[in-house]
């Protein structure tokens, strides 16, 4: 195995956990956290019943998709959101892999305890949901406690010969007391926090947990399920950010952060990429609900109006908003969604076309369908042409309600 010149693990520092980082430089990713949010939460006083629902099992499914990935596991949607469907007394038990199981009734209950106080039993619960299908975990629902240490090592070409050794966290025989201490500050830092705090402790949070690695397996997933705690714990709800999809998609960068607390416990490097990377997940999640409203409108506006199929079709057109359907919907395509035949699918899509909710350009085999959702326009650069870039002028005006706090210092761990 390769191994770095000896330095001493971050664990092994004078000072530690005192995690110390420049709260001023982070004032202004703390302003556009709050501004963000408040728009997220007046966003979200428009949806009701359905929508609603749908728009939280939408982010907890993406969220376990997402936090599954950046572990390299592949797990299937559908399996996610029937099992958090079941989990929140909405449908049967169902029938489904461990792994998706798993990663469901972890997220389900983060979003069910998000505002109690964190507790060993809670993460031991969060373990033993998460890893229950791993026959090969010997310390399943509790902290390591063998005497060796840790070791995360990077391996190359299946051989631990090419192995890379990334950090060695501190032995099983600590494991208990570090995390005594880690809960109680934990519980300390979020007491009486605010929507400001938020961005400073879930950063804090996830990278001393991950320093401390208290469990044989899945410390990642449950480190960013502690951070959307603390984020909905800042905000006083749910916080229907897609942070964990948003890290899968720049998940080098993500290890390459955590890494610089490796052996330092100077976490400027970590607090700013994180804070970051929040304000990213925001603005996708700005954009999925600005997707959830056109569907809840446009369904609205079509009740009784779509048969099985036509809805089927919308339905999967807007999944890929507000991006949009690569290239615009085609009868082809419609056909594949929908099982339609081809005299069908243009009948279909004629009626849809005249009931605007598509319209149609092109022509022939040219011919495409593109929803007719003023509220996607915003988002493109071209309504017929979808485009992932932001608009530019100013956001959309907050209610007066809305009134934005102003940033305060953020909260620093202390020992």
Known sequence: MNQPATRPWVWELPNWPTFTWDSTALQGHVSHFITDTAWQSGALAFLVGD??????????????????????????????????????GLRPAVHAPAAELGVAKLMASVYQTF?????????????????????????????????????????????MQSATLNYVAPSGTRV?????????????????????????????????????HPFEDGNGRIGRALAEKAVAQCLGRPSLIPLSQTIHAKRGAYYRALESCRHSLDANTWQTWFAGTVLDALEQARLRLIRHAAQARLFGALEGKLNRRQSTGLQRVFQEEPRGFEGGLSAGNYQTITGASSATATRDLGQLVALKAVRRTG??????????????????SNPDEPAAARPKGPRPQRRGKLALPPPHVLVRPEN
Do not use: K
């Open 51 to 88: 929508d609603f629902a749908d728009a939280h099992l939408d982010w907890l499914a993406d969220e376990a998709l997402g936090t599954s990935a950046i572990e390299g596991e592949s797990l299937q949607r559908d399996s996610i959101r029937a099992s958090l469907l079941h989990f929140f």
């Open 115 to 159: 505002n109690e106080p964190l507790s060993h039993e809670m993460l031991w619960h969060w373990h033993l949901t998460l890893m229950s299908g791993s026959p090969a975990i010997r310390e399943l629902g509790r902290y390591r406690a063998g005497p060796e240490p840790a070791q995360i090592v990077t391996v190359r070409r299946g051989s």
């Open 176 to 212: 208990a007391d570090e995390m005594e201490v880690f809960v109680d500050w934990y519980n300390s830092v979020t007491q009486s926090a605010s929507e400001a705090d938020a961005l400073a402790i879930a950063g804090a949070a996830h990278v001393y947990f991950e320093c401390v």
């Open 363 to 380: 022509s022939g085999r040219h011919t495409r369908y593109w929803l007719n959702a003023p509220e996607l326009d915003i988002v493109r």
